[in-house]
């Protein structure tokens, strides 16, 4: 088994339908401009409220991809 090094970044995304919705919403964006993603962490919920109803929800993510092995060249 070789070893796995992975980079972490943090992103947000957002929906009117649903905390599903937004996670599903922001893996897919980051998936087209990151390769290698692998694992997600729900780091934080949040919600816009307008006229007493909930109308966005928003979530923070930190996600994991694989670091590209190195090519033998300096």
């Known amino acids: 088994?070789?070893?796995?090094?992975?980079?972490?970044?943090?992103i947000v995304g957002s929906s009117t339908q649903g905390v599903d919705d937004?996670?599903?919403?922001?893996?897919?964006?980051?998936?087209e401009t990151l390769h290698g993603l692998?694992?997600?962490?729900?780091?934080?919920t949040r919600?816009?409220?307008?006229d007493g109803s909930v109308q966005h929800f928003q979530v923070t993510l930190k996600v994991g991809?694989?670091?590209?092995?190195?090519?033998?060249?300096?």
Not at 22 to 31: D, G
């Open 65 to 74: 991809f694989a670091v590209d092995p190195a090519t033998g060249s300096d």
């Open 47 to 50: 919600g816009h409220i307008e």
């Open 22 to 31: 937004a996670i599903k919403a922001a893996i897919a964006r980051a998936s």
């Open 1 to 10: 088994m070789s070893d796995h090094v992975y980079r972490v970044i943090e």
């Open 38 to 44: 692998r694992w997600f962490e729900l780091v934080q």
